[in-house]
């Protein structure tokens, strides 16, 4: 409810994201299974999964924490278009150290999200609508952003992938 009308939600979820790995940086790594390793990445390198015509692309948007909401969208809508017209260079689709789906721009509430090794997590965005919550003590009717996370349990633990959500979910509760 804190949102300007035009708010742009992909870009405050990456943004969001990149706060979120800030806090708890062990979802912004790579798990190397065969060796045992973890290897936390300072960089956030959002993978951002893109429906397109010949299927689902997830290139990748790169240092998002250090780029301001006009860069992310400028480059957010290029790697769109070159997925439309599959022209996607092959390293713009290596690297991501963390994956956004943001299945709510097609209708979706909830999913059970599948991490892709070498990644130790992703996160789902469902649909923002209206819903019916507690709202400082009484029902009301507030946008709500369904959210799931999904990470690799073997290198992650509950807390930190609860805290990694506060994390989230304060910045994106915080006003424009």
């Known amino acids: 409810e ?3 009308k035009d708010d742009d939600a992909t870009i405050r979820l990456m943004r969001a994201i990149a706060a979120a790995c800030k806090a ?3 979802l912004n790594a790579w798990y190397d299974s065969r060796a045992g390793e973890l290897r936390p990445i300072a960089r956030v390198d959002i993978g951002i999964a ?9 290139p990748i948007v790169r240092n998002v924490a250090a780029r301001d909401a006009h860069d992310l969208r400028a480059g957010l809508d290029r790697l769109r278009t070159d997925a439309a017209a599959r022209k996607i260079p092959p390293e713009e689709l290596r690297g991501a150290t963390i994956t956004l789906s943001n299945f ?19 996160i789902g ?8 919550m507690a709202h400082h003590g009484q029902p009301a009717v507030r946008r ?3 959210l799931s996370l999904s990470f690799d349990h073997r290198v992650v633990t509950g807390g930190e992938a ?7 979910k304060t910045d994106l509760e915080r006003p424009t």
Do not use: H, N
């Not at 965005?125 to 019916?132: F, H, K, N, Q, T």
């Not at 609860?162 to 989230?168: D, G, I, N």
């Open 2 to 4: 804190e949102w300007r």
């Open 24 to 26: 708890e940086p062990v």
């Open 50 to 58: 893109i429906d397109t015509e010949g299927g689902l692309i997830v």
């Open 104 to 122: 709510g721009m097609i209708g979706g509430r909830f999913a059970s999200l599948v991490v892709v090794p070498p990644q130790v997590a992703i």
């Open 125 to 132: 965005a469902g649909r923002i609508a209206p819903r019916v």
């Open 144 to 146: 709500v952003l369904p």
């Open 162 to 168: 609860a805290r990694f959500l506060m994390a989230l």
